[in-house]
C-alpha cells in the first residue's frame, strides 16, 4: 500500500505565511519551530518550509512560487476568493468552468505559490 505523506510548499518568511494558511487553508499548526512547519488536513501532512544554508543550492528557487501540484477543493469558490483576498494573497485566474463541468481558480499566496481551487458544479 502506499499514501500521500506530505506535501512540501517553501516560502520565504513562516511568521508572515503563518496567518494566510492558517485562515485562507484553515491550517492548525500542530509544529512551528522555524525554519519548518506542519499541519494537517485530513489525512495529509503539508510542511510549510523557508530556505535554508543546509538544503541544496536551487531549493529556493525551486521550491518557492511557481504552480504547485496540489488542487484544493471547496463548496463556496467564490467566498474562498474573498478570504484569499483578504489575507493579501491573489486571483490569478478568475473562476471558470472547465470542460469537466467543475468551476477552477487559481490563487497564489503571499510568496507566489499557486494553487488550483475548485468547486463541484
Known amino acids: 500500500m502506499i499514501k500521500i505523506s506530505s506535501i512540501l510548499i517553501g516560502v ?24 519548518f512547519a506542519s499541519a494537517m488536513m485530513g489525512d495529509v501532512e503539508f510542511n510549510i518550509e523557508e530556505d535554508e544554508t543546509y538544503r541544496h543550492a536551487d531549493w529556493g528557487k525551486k521550491n518557492v512560487g511557481g504552480r504547485k501540484s496540489v488542487t484544493f477543493q471547496t463548496d463556496n469558490l467564490n467566498a474562498f476568493l474573498k478570504i484569499v483576498l483578504q489575507e493579501g494573497g491573489k486571483i490569478i485566474e478568475e473562476p471558470a468552468k472547465q470542460p469537466w463541468g467543475w468551476y477552477n481558480s487559481v490563487i497564489s499566496d503571499l510568496d507566489g505559490n499557486e494553487f488550483v481551487i475548485e468547486q463541484e458544479a
Do not use: Q
Not at 520565504?12 to 525554519?35: C, H, M, Q, T, W
Open 12 to 35: 520565504n518568511s513562516l511568521p508572515k505565511a503563518k496567518p494566510f494558511y492558517e485562515k485562507v487553508f484553515g491550517f492548525v499548526f500542530d509544529e512551528f519551530r522555524p525554519p
